[in-house]
C-alpha cells in the first residue's frame, strides 16, 4: 500500500506536465480538424457531381474529421477522469454551460452545414454518416459532462 501511495504522490507531481501535453495534443487536432474542413468546403463548393477520385478523397476527409473529432471528445472524456479522480477543483456556472452549448452547436453546425454540401455533390450515404455523427453529439457531449459533474470537487461558482 505504502509504494502505491508514493507513486501517486509521484504522478500527482508531473500532473501540470501531463496537462501540458494534453492541451498541446487537443489544440493539433483542432487545428487538423479545421484544415480537414477547409478541404472538404473547398472541395464541396461546386455544383453537380464529383468525379470518382474527388467523391473518395471526399470520404477519407469526413474519415479524418470524424476520427479527429472522436479523439478530441476522448481527450476531453479523459481529461475531466483525470479531474475527478485528483479531486481537482471544476467549477460549473451558467457561464461555462453557455460555452459548452455554443461551442456544441458550432461543431453540429458545422457537421451538418458538411451533410448538405456532401448531399449535394451526390454523396448521399457519406453526408448521411455525417449527419448521424451530428445528432450523436449531443448523447456523447451529455456523458462527457456527467463525468465532470460527478467529481466531489465540482462546485458551482455563480
Known amino acids: ?22 492541451q498541446s495534443t487537443v489544440a493539433m487536432g483542432s487545428i487538423f480538424m479545421g484544415f ?6 473547398q472541395m464541396l463548393g461546386g455544383n453537380g457531381p464529383l468525379p470518382e477520385l474527388e467523391q473518395w478523397t ?13 479523439g478530441l471528445l476522448a481527450f476531453q472524456a479523459t481529461a475531466n477522469q483525470v479531474i475527478k479522480y485528483w479531486g481537482f477543483f471544476s467549477p460549473q456556472s451558467r457561464v461555462r454551460t453557455l460555452g ?11 457537421l451538418l452545414s458538411t451533410t448538405v454540401m456532401l448531399w449535394k455533390r451526390g454523396l448521399w450515404g457519406t453526408g448521411s454518416v ?9 448523447p456523447v457531449t451529455y ?6 459533474r460527478a467529481g466531489r470537487n465540482t462546485k458551482r461558482i455563480d
Do not use: K, Y
Request: no cysteine.
Open 36 to 41: 480537414v474542413f477547409a478541404a472538404l468546403l
Open 58 to 70: 471526399a470520404r477519407l476527409l469526413v474519415a479524418a474529421m470524424l476520427l479527429l473529432l472522436g
Open 1 to 22: 500500500m505504502a509504494d502505491s501511495n508514493q507513486s501517486d504522490l509521484q504522478l500527482r507531481d508531473t500532473v501540470g506536465e501531463s496537462f501540458n501535453v494534453f
Open 100 to 110: 459548452t452549448v455554443l461551442f456544441e452547436l458550432g461543431i453540429t453546425t458545422m
Open 130 to 138: 455525417v449527419g448521424v455523427a451530428a445528432v450523436a453529439l449531443f
Open 143 to 148: 456523458w462527457i459532462g456527467v463525468i465532470n
